[in-house]
């Protein structure tokens, strides 16, 4: 490989044995300088194994028939796997590249909130987990069907209902790395709004105009805003409703 920009690098070489079914992972953590690499040897092998179980923390709540455990490279979120979550809320995770991987659970309703998830006996936190070659722990994922409700309207600065802009409940600062605890939606052509799913703790809710979506997760983008933003705090089944004032994105950035 010619042309690479020193750096930190995650070198992956991967084979599906079509015989067998089986996909053949290998990878290595590299650094480069501002002198040539060489000599760097992968040794491929069967993707990871894990077994894991989900507990629910009230009633089961699904959007779909099933649960879907999904565990994606952080470097590479296009390397990944997933799993069915079985009758007895058991899944079994195949193929696996070692490294970190981000692990999401697919199919709860909108009500639903991951509150915890473990790996062996360590919490796993912002939802990584380090996956290595060999025997790993058993995965547990604790979900509630209890989220918080957050509901209301978004006016103008003349008071008229805003339609199509961004609401979103930004979590507190300490929180922010776990990508899940963010709750987004584009308001109706009244300007009304309804979050569900919202884990216990403090956000700030945002009306943005202008905002791409998920640009709310880099703090660059939240800085300017901080101050705008109303705070609020939920336990588990609360609902309350409140009301925004949109914030424009581009007048914003004018200032």
Known sequence: MSNVVPGPYTLIAFWYDQSAGKVHYGSQRIDVGESDVEGVSLVV?????IQG??????????ERNELTIHAALVETAALGGSAQVEANQQFTLKDLIDGDAR????GASKDCYVKQ???????????VISVSKGANPALEITVSSRGARVQGAVVDKD???AAGVWVVAVPDTARRMTQRLFKS???DQYG??????LAPGTYKLFAWDGAESNAWEDQDFLKPFEDKGTKIEVRDEDAMTTNLTVISVKHEGND
């Open 45 to 49: 092998a069967t993707g990871v194994t």
């Open 53 to 62: 179980r989900v507990v629910w923390d009230g009633n089961p709540s699904l």
């Open 103 to 106: 692990v999401q659970v697919l």
């Open 117 to 127: 998830i473990t790996f062996g006996q360590m919490f796993v936190k912002d939802d």
């Open 159 to 161: 008071g008229l209902p």
């Open 185 to 187: 939606q584009t308001t």
């Open 192 to 197: 009304k709004f309804d979050l569900h799913g």
